[in-house]
Structure formats: C-alpha cells, structure tokens
T-cell receptor, first 113, second 117 residues
Framework: QSVLTQPPSVSAAPGQKVTISCTGSSSNLGAGYDVYWYQQFPETAPKLLIY???NRPSGVPDRFSGSKSGTSASLAITGLQAEDEADYYC?????????????FGGGTKVTVL | QVQLQESGPGLVKPSETLSLTCTVS????????WSWIRQSPGKGLEWIGYIYYSGSTNYNPSLKSRVTISLVTSTNQFSLRLKSVTAADTAVYFCARQDWTHGVDTWGPGALITVSS
C-alpha cells in the first residue's frame, strides 16, 4: 500500500487527454511538499517528467502538465500519442510518524487505444 | 552532463549482504543528494535512501535497520549496503541524483540483483 495513491491504469485514444491522479495526505502533499512525476518505459530507467509540481525539464513536450492542490496532484497528457504509452509515477516527501522519507506512488500504466 | 553507472554482483545469497557501487562521471559527487531506488520485478518504485555530499543520510524507515549508504569522494562514487537480504530484496537497483527542486533528475541504467541460493 503506497503512501501516494495512483490509479493502476488509464487509457484513451490518440489525440485525447488523460489525467493521472496522485492522492496523498496531510503528511506529504498536504504538508506543502512538492510532487514530481516520472515516465518509465519497460526495461529502462525512469525519466523525470515534471518537477516542483508543474515544471517541465528541458526537452519534455508541453503536452505534459502537472498541478497540485491540497492533498492531491495530477499529471495531464493532452494530444495523447502512441509513444506516451508507459508507466507514470508520482513522488513526494512524507513526514509521517514512522519516519520522514521520500515516497513514490504505486504507478499508473497509460494505454493508448 | 552527469552520468551514473551501477556495478556489483548480480547474485547474492539469502542472509548475506548486498553491495552496490555507483560511479558518477561528468560531474562531482561533492554536491547534491545521491540516492538508491529499487524496483522489484513487475512492481513499482521504492526509494531506499540518499546521502548528501556532506555525509548526512536519510533512509526509508522500512529498510533503515538494514541499509547503509556511503560516499567515496576520492573515486567519485557512492555505495549501497543492504544486509540480511531475502528473496524479497530481488530487484533492479537504480542509483540516482536527487535534489529538493528537481527531484530525481539523473538515473543510472539499473542493475538487476537476484537473491537466491
């Protein structure tokens, strides 16, 4: 059970929009800690997609966007393309009672229909 | 541009200690946070811990009793030691660079470590 909750899968046709949610709590997103998003293709290392809630590193297409509000965050992919089919993970810092630590969501598989 | 590369034995026996080294090239280890992250087969990402260039560490509470991350500044490397391993520790282990603004912005390719007798 991940501290950050993501839907296991989302799907849409090419050109459509998908949104991936990342739900946390008062000890992570709700405490003001930023959220980061990563994209991972099979058998490869993850790649940073969004940092500090809504910022894109150089080279990431602007069809990827991130937002955060309260204890939740979301990643949106507009104009979905076949090459966007991958796993996506959110990450934040958690200051929970068990000990402060960085945490990942369980991951969401995006399928392009 | 900073690049990372994991190295170490691919097979570890149960109850023994897993040891991995990450070599940093194209930049100095004397800045930023240096992390270890793992991914069990078919599963999601799990943050193991990191070390700051000053030597301070932060570990995942669920692994803290078994983990040690160290810097080797003379060779621009950092290392992971995970003791008393079981089959549940079988995973691809990634070394990475992390900071509070950019998150994990640089990853090594990963090393598959299998725990088996």
């Amino acid at each position: 059970q991940s501290v950050l909750t993501q839907p296991p899968s989302v799907s849409a046709a090419p050109g459509q929009k998908v949104t991936i949610s990342c739900t946390g709590s008062s000890s992570n997103l709700g405490a003001g800690y930023d959220v980061y998003w990563y994209q991972q293709f099979p058998e490869t290392a993850p790649k940073l997609l969004i940092y500090s809630n809504s910022n894109r590193p150089s080279g990431v297409p602007d069809r990827f966007s991130g937002s955060k509000s309260g204890t939740s965050a979301s990643l949106a992919i507009t104009g979905l393309q076949a090459e966007d089919e991958a796993d996506y993970y959110c990450q934040s810092y958690d200051s929970g009672l068990g000990g402060a630590s960085w945490v990942f969501g369980g991951g969401t598989k995006v399928t392009v229909l | 541009q900073v690049q990372l590369q994991e190295s170490g034995p691919g097979l570890v026996k149960p109850s023994e200690t897993l040891s991995l080294t990450c070599t940093v090239s194209g930049g100095s280890i004397s800045s930023d946070y240096w992390s270890w992250i793992r991914q069990s087969p078919g599963k999601g990402l799990e943050w193991i811990g990191y070390i700051y260039y000053s030597g301070s560490t932060n570990y995942n509470p669920s692994l803290k009793s078994r983990v040690t991350i160290s810097l080797v500044t003379s060779t621009n490397q950092f290392s992971l030691r995970l003791k008393s391993v079981t089959a549940a520790d079988t995973a691809v282990y990634f070394c990475a660079r992390q900071d509070w603004t950019h998150g994990v912005d640089t990853w090594g390719p990963g090393a598959l470590i299998t725990v088996s007798s």
